[in-house]
């Protein structure tokens, strides 16, 4: 549920947006995995979460996965992960 009180972000084209806001992990992480999967090989998505363990988090399941972390940015306690799905072997 994105919080009324913070500007609208409107997905670009080839970005997914999640609002895990108020999610405590692995929730977040779980349902960007999830995403993924149903993404093509260079798509992008987007994730807000407030839990701060998220941070370490996904920078650990980029590294794992091989999705890349292109960005990361927090305002007022939401942060901000934008990960670039990896391009599938043989594709």
């Known amino acids: 549920m994105l919080n009324p009180t913070w500007p609208v972000i409107l997905p670009r084209m080839g970005e997914t947006l999640i609002d895990a806001q108020f999610q405590k992990c692995p929730m977040p992480v779980l349902r960007a995995a999830r995403a993924l999967r149903g993404l093509a090989g260079g798509e992008k998505l987007?994730?807000?979460?407030?839990?701060?363990?998220?941070?370490?988090d996904f920078r650990e399941f980029c590294k794992t996965t091989g999705h890349a972390l292109i960005a990361t940015s927090e305002t007022r306690g939401v942060f901000s992960f934008i990960i670039r799905r990896k391009s599938e072997a043989g594709a």
């Open 46 to 56: 987007r994730v807000l979460a407030t839990d701060p363990a998220a941070v370490l």
